[in-house]
């Protein structure tokens, strides 16, 4: 059985995923720029895998945006995304929450019409392994 262990960025929540991921997408929609704070969400998906909260599962709280199906679970204490139920029978797991590595590649992009015009990944920018001086 796959298991990925998974944190908060101030180590509140912990919690690990049982079982396989069914998909990983990069979601361009303007919901997810706007709670992700960057071009895309990157959330895996599966219908089958349990989770188990280790710590921190009273810290976690939720946002849906009103007459939407968006929804977000993060940190209370940090803010940052953590997984949700909020869709019975789904698992949601945002990529960036895990601390183990993933088998599987982005399986789509998907709400491409909505991405920002600044996501455009053909130009040729400088690329650096860390904070440029």
């Known amino acids: 059985m796959d298991k990925h262990q998974g944190s908060c960025l101030c180590g509140a929540v912990t919690f690990e995923v049982q079982g396989r991921f069914d998909s990983f997408y990069l979601c361009h929609c303007q919901h997810c720029q706007k709670d992700s704070g960057s071009a895309h969400a990157a959330n895996l998906f599966s219908q ?5 909260w ?16 968006h929804h977000k679970s993060f940190c209370k ?49 400088p690329v650096f392994d860390r904070l440029p001086r």
């Open 48 to 52: 089958s895998a349990q989770l188990v």
């Open 54 to 69: 280790h710590s921190g599962a009273d810290a976690v709280t939720s946002f849906t945006l009103p007459d939407t199906r």
């Open 77 to 125: 204490h940090c803010g940052s995304a953590v997984p949700n139920t909020h869709i019975a029978g789904l698992l949601v797991v945002p990529a960036g929450s895990l601390d183990t590595d993933l088998d599987i590649s982005p399986t789509a992009h998907i709400f491409s019409s909505s991405r920002a015009q600044w996501d455009n990944p053909n130009f040729e920018i």
